[in-house]
């Protein structure tokens, strides 16, 4: 043998031994953990404690931190075996923090997809529990798209297509959606209710999945780079979820005011249901007893690597992670040898050489920096694409970059270069193969990796990658890969050259639109304002479409983020720039609306309308002598419309003028503030909007419409049966249009208020049921709310058990009070405490009659809320007539003298009770009592505190329905 083939043989001899090294460290570490016996005991027991709770009770949550390296996961996962064996799911995402931004959802959608995976493995009948009831629940087209958009596995189970792709890694979290992009001329309008929408959603398939009984742990790591609306769902989710599901959380330390921290006990429950696990350094026991596992030092001869073990201990700080580089150093530095036998050490030798590196960064770029220049340039790639990066985005990117590819004319496929070019980190254990890519085998190693990029190099590297993966793939690839390329032409955009700039801009509106959809609002934003950034004053002549476009998208998501300052500053860049088109100046009007209305301005947002309506769409609305027009307009409009019936109005065509349907939808914002802003204006908005219909034919804002305009007929005196007619129509013309988003607004008028007055209450509850559901379903959370709490009052005077009307009550105030519907929450309260009163429950006043307890007490929340007022006086009225307190039934039949009550149900209501109070004075005046024995003997009971009467008044009807 020669003196070369030696040395080759040799070094050949020493890669095998390094490989067999690392190889024998992974795996006894991953078998075994040392020196966390009380974190790992800690661990099982909250898991068990999990499955022997309550099924209806809140979701187990645990948290583990510690620093990097620590070993967090590695505990974490000493769980997936325990799960297993009791049929359960282990499913685990992981957040990267080298992504500014990407798909909103991407790292829930991968432990979902986890979950899928396993379910597919466990055969028809497991499929069949979790698949029925999701199709049952959801089962319109448009809710499961939505669905789709967040974790797009779930459509495998939604249209029975089973082994099928899962979720790209290092990608977009979306499938091919190539053909489901906005285009330019569409509005964001429905993104206004798509929040609402998939959280709704998301409740519902939370709730069936962890009613399967089998246990679920999701593990999520690395919380401290959670995005915005990862954790906004979270919320959701630990809100939603019932054991035994359990959230598992890894996470470096931070301060208390992180906002997941803020997440976790932002709930009373959340003490109850969580164990937090802090990982410290190892002890030179636990050191001492890890390097001999390590190293396959039997446990009798442990004390043999007490001094290396020491050394250890001293350089590391008991970090684990630490602990294993550095023994892989130690042999790469000949200070860690094999002799055939055994591992033998110089310590004398490894103390004067000192600390091998100053921190574990530094090591791992050092250890990088051995491996060959075509190896490190493939893990700079890695870095910057994300922990996890998919063969054909890698092979695609090597291919381009690498000067050996360029020049020979390779014909290999993408994955086959990229297998190639990592095979040499995987062997060093710098990361790993998985599913139809590569991982990091950890953070630290990602951030090494990416530190070997000169600061003034990585815009323009990160720069490089974008424009090679957007000008080679296909526009379906480009379409999955979209957050990819996006975040890289964001991380270098201000050198993207002229020639690129629009095709640049155009990917960042893909993405925020992509996002938008989503209802990921923070990450839309940071894809529009990176597109904003990159446009020029002549864009508006150049590319005036793009240029409306990419500020109207802004401007919508700025509104729906409360960044208020950034819609004024968007709005008039628009209103400058959009002078020559009328319809654009009215979207822009109508997001400056919206910002009116969630500040509750809505004065100033009724006079914004009025003013751009009279000078852009010709559509002049009186501000003086209203009650007058009002009149004349309402004289109009019966003209119109006599004679007219159902049959005739479906017979007509839908408007299809764009400035028309524009026009109409600000009329219809407008009849909405006006409500609240200036009341006297709404039926002259009402008239005016119907009139509009009937001449030019079918909108989306005729049902509301006609809604409204049934209930001012109701207001004016006329006939109810007239008020119906109109509320019949506007159920049909919405039904025949599929205009779910305005159900909630006409269930609320039609059987909140019309029908209430020619239909037995009883037969409107389920019509308002399914208007608080709606509500929810599709985003219109205040007037699903409004609906929700005119089922209350309906439920109580409607002849059902007193214990029924307070399970419903309690119901949709916990609704509320998770959607923050303060309004109605308020009024719905004032209820929830009579009812309580009635049914003579703890914490009632100790005078029934008076309307105090736990649910309501402050009287001040009705101060400046005419409607709560008006409820509170009505339910006082009720309670004071029951237990025979009329003249304190009078009095409060006084007080709502002094409100202008609208003639509603509740007008009804208040006469009846008043009238059986007079009439019941009237009978005292010539009686002592009018109680029977019983009724007095009850009476008396009560006001003594017996429980027992609890018991016999919660099924009492109340009298009012008949």
Sequence with gaps: MSKRQGEMSCEAGSRNLRHHLQKQISLRTERRLCGRTHEEALLVNSYYASLTTNANSPATKIIISGESGMGKSVLAETLRQSVSEDDGFFIRGKFDQSLEYGSAYSVIASAFDEFIYILEKRGDASWN?????????????????????????????????????????????????????????????EVRSSHTKLHYLMKKFIRIVSSVGDPIVMLLDDMQWA????????????????????????????????????????????????TEIELRGLSEDAICELTSMQLGIPESKSSRCRPLSDFLCRVTNGNPLYIRQQIISLFDDGMLCFDGNEWTWNIAAIERAGMLSGDIASMVSDKIKRLPPHS????????????????????????????????????????????????TSVQEGLVVEKD??????????????????????????????????????????????????????????????????????????????????????VEATFFYEKGLSMLLDQDWRNHYRLSCEIHMRTAEI?????????VDRLLDVLFLNTKGSVDDQLRATYIKVKKFASLEKAGEGVDCSIQALDSLAGVKIPTRNVTMHSLIALAKTRRLLKGID??????????????????????????????????????LIVFMIVQLNMKYGLSTAMPTAFAWYGLILTVFGYKATEAAKFADIANSVQDHLNCTETYPIVIMLSYGVMYTFTTPLSKCLPHLKDGYELGLQEGDVAHGMVCAHIHGVCSLHSGRS??????????????????????????TLIYQQAVAHLMGLPGSSTDACLLKGNFFSDESCCKNNAHASEHKHCAQLVLAYMFGQYELALQASEELHKVKMMRSMLFYIVAFYRGMAALALLNFSHKQSTLDERGEDKLTDY????????????????????
């Design 227 to 274: 995005n915005a609306s990862s954790l906004d769902l979270l919320k959701t989710l630990m809100l939603s979820a019932r054991n035994p599901f359990i959230f598992m959380f890894t996470m470096r330390p931070v301060q208390k005011d992180h906002p997941f921290y803020q997440l976790i006990y932002a709930h009373e429950e959340t003490p109850a249901c969580l």
């Design 558 to 566: 700025a509104v729906l983020n409360g960044a208020y300052d950034d």
């Design 646 to 683: 159902v049959t005739s109005i479906l017979k007509r065509p839908p408007i299809v003028e764009k400035h028309m349907k524009t026009t109409l939808r600000l009329l219809n914002l407008l009849a909405t503030l006006s409500v609240n802003g200036r009341t006297e204006m709404l039926p």
């Design 129 to 189: 529990e979790v698949a029925n009831p999701l199709r049952h629940e959801i089962h319109k087209t448009d809710h499961r798209q939505i669905l789709f958009e967040a974790i797009p596995s779930l459509r495998r189970i939604f249209e029975g297509r089973r082994g099928g792709a899962t979720v790209c890694i290092g990608g977009s979290s979306s499938e091919d959606l190539s053909n489901s992009n906005r285009s330019l001329n569409e509005t964001t309008a």
């Design 943 to 962: 006001k003594a505190g017996k429980q027992e009467v609890a018991d016999e008044l919660e099924n009492l009807p109340m009298p009012t329905e008949g």
């Design 436 to 521: 139809n890519g590569v991982a990091f085998v950890h953070d630290a190693v990602q951030g090494a990796a990416y530190s070997l990029l000169p600061a003034d190099e990585i815009p323009s590297f990160h720069l490089s990658l974008g424009r090679i993966l957007q000008k080679n793939l296909n526009s379906a690839l480009l379409q999955r890969y979209l957050f990819t390329v996006a975040n890289q032409l964001a991380r270098g955009r201000n050198l993207i050259p002229e020639a690129e700039r629009i095709n640049a801009i155009h990917i960042f509106l893909r993405a925020g639109d992509e996002e938008s959809k989503m209802a990921a609002f």
């Design 376 to 423: 490190q340039h493939v893990l700079k790639i890695c870095a910057c694409i994300g922990a996890e990066v998919d063969f054909n985005i890698l092979g695609i990117l090597v291919r381009k970059t690498s000067e050996h590819y360029k020049s020979d004319g390779n014909d290999n496929d993408n994955e086959t270069i990229a297998r190639r070019e990592i095979a």
């Design 802 to 827: 007193l214990k029924t009307v307070a399970a419903s009550i309690e119901k949709h105030c916990r609704s509320m009070t998770e959607c923050n519907a303060t309004s109605s929450l308020r009024s």
